[in-house]
């Protein structure tokens, strides 16, 4: 944490920074395997779930409950062999990440 009285980062700074976190992140496989889920999954998981991205082979899907991550894990490795099809990218292993729940809006009250 940068203290009070330091200058703020340079955008060259923070653009490095990202590119270095981005970097093990393919954005074309991305967009691949958010194509390949709603096959690869029952329409309820397809329809709450989504894939956010692949990074180290690792799938990373955001849940809304536990009850869906649960549901992704028992079928693990039917969803890891859907995405085989993206060869060298393709996942080993899923890790659900449980969502915020969204707050209602001002007119739902």
Do not use: N, Y
């Not at 292993?93 to 001002?106: D, G, M, N, Q, W």
């Amino acid at each position: 944490m940068r203290q009070r009285d330091e200058q703020p980062s340079t955008l060259g700074e923070l653009l490095d920074t990202l590119a270095g976190r981005l970097r093990r992140v393919d954005l074309r496989l991305i967009d691949e395997a958010r194509a390949l889920w709603p096959s690869a999954v029952e329409p309820a998981i397809a329809e709450h779930c989504r894939v956010e991205l692949i990074k180290d082979q690792v799938l990373i899907v955001s849940v809304p409950s536990g009850a869906f991550a649960q549901r992704i894990q028992q079928h693990t490795k039917s969803i890891l062999g859907s995405f085989s099809t993206l060869s060298s990218g393709a996942p080993t292993s899923i890790k659900t990440v449980l969502r915020e729940a969204e707050k209602p809006s001002e007119s739902a009250r």
